[in-house]
């Protein structure tokens, strides 16, 4: 992917979230391993993608920002947060890549807190 345009940046991002309607499955052990919820059923991981890609769209469209950028990071701290064991052994393989989950924890934080002043390309309420 040499290109970093918006359209494709967009389309890399969602395709990500994809997982979770193509393989609701892989989405169900990463519940289970990271979250220690079992038996979690492929119809609520597409109810839980669906929900996910609702406010992933409202975030990237930058609506409704208190809550979307709100709750992108709480899903991104939760994801940090309960990945914790990879953090105690960081040089076994691949657990050194979790350590990239802090930075993007620390620019959700950012966005959220600086959420008024984004701007550029986001969908605004009129003023009367």
């Known amino acids: 992917m040499n290109s970093l345009n918006d359209r ?3 389309g890399v991002a969602l ?3 994809c997982d979770k309607f193509v393989e609701p499955q892989h989405a169900s052990k990463i519940m289970e391993h990271f979250y220690f919820i079992k038996g979690v059923s492929s119809s609520m ?3 839980i993608g669906a929900l996910e890609l609702t406010v992933l769209v ?6 409704a920002k ?3 950028y709100g709750l992108v990071l709480l899903f991104h701290a939760v994801s ?8 105690l052994h960081p040089l076994v393989a691949p657990n050194i890549l979790f350590f990239a989950a802090w930075p993007m924890l620390g620019a ?7 959420r008024d002043l984004d701007t550029l390309w986001t969908v ?5």
């Open 80 to 87: 940090t947060l309960s990945s914790y064991k990879q953090y």
């Open 15 to 17: 395709l990500v979230l």
């Open 58 to 63: 409202g975030f990237v469209a930058g609506f």
């Open 124 to 128: 605004h309420r009129r003023r009367v």
């Open 66 to 68: 208190k809550w979307t």
């Open 108 to 114: 959700c934080f950012a966005l959220y807190y600086l």
């Open 8 to 10: 494709n940046r967009i």
């Open 45 to 47: 991981i597409y109810i």
